[in-house]
């Protein structure tokens, strides 16, 4: 069997922050394609602080609408495989990575040998220090279609070919409490217990003071009561004076972790925090190859980690840092956010693999790109996903969705 082609689609829809989420109605940056004096370009301006707008320095830029890159790879035997990158700005970013730099060195190659095709496409970059990223979000993508090629080719299950299933269902949270006032959160938190079935609810924070913050998550703490557990993403937000202070009032609320605290870059501030809180850290949704995650393992910096599989590198780096926070008897939990059903197969499959895999984040907020795409929706229910079993990936797309949502151009 030989790789064909590799195409990349970018994906854009609407989306209503306020909403969905309760987040700010991104600002528009001005008109980018106009900037470029590219008139044809669909490019879409990112936008600035969509969480708040307070503090500046940790926040990515958000599209208005949502976006993703879904990658298919053909081969000569007729089989295709589905990817997605992670890539909510600026998705042709990754597609022109995928055409210029990873498509020209997998063609011809046999798709099987998928950990041999890993190291080849990072190989592309590596002297050159590209080695996160959205380098490492195209290799994620196209690794992805190749594992889902794989398994169609044997008729089985990715999570099979990796070894087989410790569980036949996934363990999620519902992420995110959308609502513009606490009562509305509150409501809201509680519906997704009564009405959803999940025993896990994510709240947000960073975008308030410090007490009104804290005063949040203590009302939804409360109205989850023992029927759910809280966690609390803090995206970045704080310093490590104002995380201390949080963390210590939050841990008060049985918290089952506190996301994000710090800015990413501050490996010793959260092995500080880590070993002056009880409750559990977590972070590492920035982190994209094994070797960053080793490094935080290794310092105990975390106790959590939270790798995302469209943007660590796909499913075959997933797999080792996986295991390697095994060796750290540290367990993993499946960062998702905002992007199609085909990158929660793919968290699924390595979730059922793994023994140290936690718990799975399932988006609650209205998602333009979400099961419509597929012919047979991935489900979610009672708190848990049902792990795909048909071959490969085990999803099927709706081209005509999906035709409905690809940008042309
Ligand atoms: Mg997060």
Redesign the pocket.
């Known amino acids: 069997m030989k790789i064909t082609a590799i195409q990349a689609f970018p994906l854009r829809a609407s989306r209503d922050y306020v909403a969905s989420t309760g987040l700010q109605t991104p600002k528009v940056a001005g008109q980018h394609s106009r900037a470029l004096g590219a008139a044809q370009s669909p490019v879409e301006i990112p936008v600035e602080r969509a969480l708040t707008g307070a503090r500046t320095r940790h926040i990515c830029s958000y599209p208005r609408g949502v976006q993703s890159l879904l990658i298919r790879v053909q081969t000569d035997a007729g089989i295709a495989g589905i990817g997605e990158s992670h890539a909510p700005v600026a998705p042709q970013v990754a597609k022109a990575v995928i055409e210029h730099l990873l498509g020209p060195a997998l063609l011809g190659e046999d798709p099987r040998a998928v950990d041999v095709l890993w190291e080849k496409m990072a190989s592309t970059m590596r002297l050159r220090g590209h080695t996160t990223g959205f380098l490492t979000e195209a290799i994620a993508g196209v690794d992805i279609a190749l594992w889902d090629i794989f398994g169609k080719a044997v008729g089985l299950p990715i999570y099979q070919l990796l070894g087989g299933g410790y569980a036949d269902r996934i363990k999620a949270y519902a992420?995110g409490v959308p609502g513009k006032t606490r009562q509305a959160q509150v409501d809201n938190a509680r519906r997704f217990v009564e009405e959803l079935g999940f025993t896990a609810v994510?709240g947000s924070i960073g975008r308030n003071s410090l007490e009104l913050d804290v005063a949040a998550m203590a009302a939804l703490a409360d109205a989850l009561g023992t029927d759910a557990h809280l966690l609390v993403?803090a995206?970045g937000a704080y310093n490590a004076q104002e995380a201390t202070q949080v963390g210590l009032e939050l841990q008060s609320l049985d918290i089952y972790w506190f996301?994000?605290p710090l800015m990413p870059e501050d490996h010793a501030g959260y092995k500080l925090l880590s070993d002056r809180l009880d409750m559990a850290v977590a972070a590492g949704?920035t982190e994209c190859n094994r070797y960053q995650f080793r490094d935080r393992l290794a310092a105990r910096a975390v106790d959590v980690i939270?790798p995302d599989v469209c943007r660590a590198g796909g499913i075959s780096e997933g797999l080792k840092i996986a295991r390697l926070a095994d060796v750290h008897h540290t367990p993993w939990a499946a960062?998702v956010?905002m992007g199609t059903p085909v990158h929660i197969a793919a968290a699924l499959h390595l979730a059922a693999a793994t023994p140290n895999f936690l718990i799975c984040?399932c988006p609650t907020h209205q998602n333009p790109i979400g099961n419509q795409l597929l012919r047979t929706p991935i489900v979610c229910e009672d708190g848990f996903f049902h792990l795909p079993e048909g071959p490969g990936l085990g999803i099927e797309l709706d081209e005509e969705a999906l035709e409905s949502v690809t940008l042309h151009a």
């Open positions: 992420s994510k993403d995206h996301e994000d949704e939270l960062h956010s984040e």
